[in-house]
């Protein structure tokens, strides 16, 4: 297992560039299999999903050419298979996208039933409903979730009891060439719901209200397919600033949609930071100064996202204050904390609420990744402690930032890969 080594007291000043949204990407990637065309997607980032996401539909039996960094040119007229094997699935969750547009093309889909994952147990149950409500026959057998149709989708209203993303992106692609029309109510409304709609209409479809919790889809016939460019990775753009931030530095981040962080950069602000942007950069400027604790919340977009909680737990284990963190989206996407405090972090967890007093130092320490954005707050605060933090099981890491050391040295951090 790969580990990173990090040397702390380090202040990150600079510019960076915004890699292409590993969550934008993936959905993408499934949606080829609804065009009888070619699909030409460029800014793919070069991560371990999108990496897997690609063997699978090489499993798939679609053409998949990777003929220059961050391009891919794909043929999926004609499929090998109709199933998503465990062995892929098991790797990444995000596979069960495939489930939609595979069933609403080809009338069958069989993939592997995702397991939970570190962060929760990520019930499939609102994707598997709607499919249902479309017409999908569906049974689970043997491990796998076997979906067939006799003829087309047919479309429907479909009301999700819970905001899903990846649920309001099955269901949108898997109307995309259904009968009639669907409307998806209680849709989630991230950016990334809004660049997989704009890639579907682009290739074919017609797709209305997309970024609003109600979202129209006309079926079509069929969908020629065409070209795509992936949206920035929001996420990625603020954990840069996040670790400007807890580091007291001033980091650029270029190619951004400052829109699509609103909220994120409300509470860079509530930390004491100065934030400035354009349009398509931002920049967050601590001007030496130790950030100050912020209270938040997690909610579905516009709300202040899930997937930067862990990175805002390290800000405010070294912020000035006491902070409380609170996860409404996942039921254990707190398991930084437990390693936050081997590094001297002073966090109490009650329930799914953390309270963050924020001290002067931390220690470096030998700390084990869990999930994804865990993985990066632990980077983060290697960064900041005194000494040297190592960082294993980073393959967590490698599925979410494209080039973090290079991006990192850039900054003027101290961090190197121990390869074992
Ligand atoms: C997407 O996961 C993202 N992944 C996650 O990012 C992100 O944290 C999450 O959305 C929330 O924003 C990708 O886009 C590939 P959900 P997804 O369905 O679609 C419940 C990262 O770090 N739910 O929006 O799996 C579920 O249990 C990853 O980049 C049901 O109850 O998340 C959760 O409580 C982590 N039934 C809530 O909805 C269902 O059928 C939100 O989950 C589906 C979901």
Not at 50 to 55: F, G, K, L, Q
Not at 393 to 414: M, N, P, S, T, V
């Amino acid at each position: 297992m790969d580990k990173l080594i990090i040397q702390g007291n380090t202040c990150l000043q600079g510019e960076i560039w915004a890699s292409g949204s590993k969550n934008a990407a993936l959905p993408i990637l499934a949606a080829v299999l609804l065009c009888q065309g070619a699909t030409t997607i460029t800014n793919l980032p070069q991560l371990q999903d999108v990496t897997t996401s690609i063997e699978l539909l090489g499993a798939l039996g679609v053409e998949v050419s990777v003929n220059e960094h961050h391009r891919v040119e794909v043929d999926a007229r004609r499929l090998s298979s109709l199933t998503a094997p465990y062995d892929l699935v098991r790797k990444m969750r995000a596979s069960i996208l495939v489930l939609g547009p595979m069933l609403s093309r080809w009338g069958e889909a069989n993939v592997s039933f995702p397991g939970g994952c570190a962060i929760g147990s990520r019930p499939v149950d609102i994707h598997l409903q709607g499919l249902r409500a479309m017409g999908a026959k569906i049974v689970i057998e043997d491990g796998f979730i076997r979906a067939t149709s006799s003829g087309r989708l047919v479309g429907c209203n479909i009301s999700m009891h819970t905001v899903s993303v990846g649920a309001t992106e099955n269901l949108m692609m898997a109307a995309a060439l259904a009968q009639g029309t669907t409307v998806l109510e209680n849709a989630a409304r991230e950016p990334e719901i809004l660049d997989l709609a704009n890639c579907l209409n682009g290739w074919g479809a017609q797709v209305t209200g997309a970024g609003t919790r109600r979202v129209i889809i006309e079926g079509v016939e069929s969908m020629p397919g065409g070209f795509h460019r992936v949206m920035p990775d929001r996420i990625e753009i603020a954990t840069y600033l996040a670790a400007a931030a807890a580091t007291r530095g001033r980091v650029r981040v270029t190619g951004a949609d400052p829109a699509t962080l609103t909220a994120v950069l409300a509470k860079f602000g509530e930390t004491g930071a100065s934030i400035d942007f354009g349009e398509d950069w931002i920049e967050l400027d601590t001007q030496g100064r130790r950030p100050l604790a912020v209270n938040l919340t997690t909610a579905p977009y516009p709300g202040f996202p899930t997937d930067m909680q862990a990175q805002l737990t390290a800000v405010n284990a070294i912020a000035d204050g006491i902070g409380v963190v609170t996860e409404t989206i996942f039921e254990n996407r707190l398991m930084q904390v437990q390693e936050l405090r081997r590094m001297g972090a002073d966090i109490v967890v009650d329930g799914n609420s953390a309270r963050v007093q924020g001290v002067a130092r931390l220690q470096g320490a030998q700390v084990m990744a869990s999930d994804l954005r865990a993985s990066a707050s632990l980077v983060i605060a290697g960064m900041v402690a005194d000494g040297q933090t190592c960082v294993d099981e980073i393959f967590h890491i490698d599925r979410g930032y494209e080039c973090i050391e290079e991006k990192l040295h850039q900054l003027g951090a101290q961090i190197k890969r121990i390869q074992n």
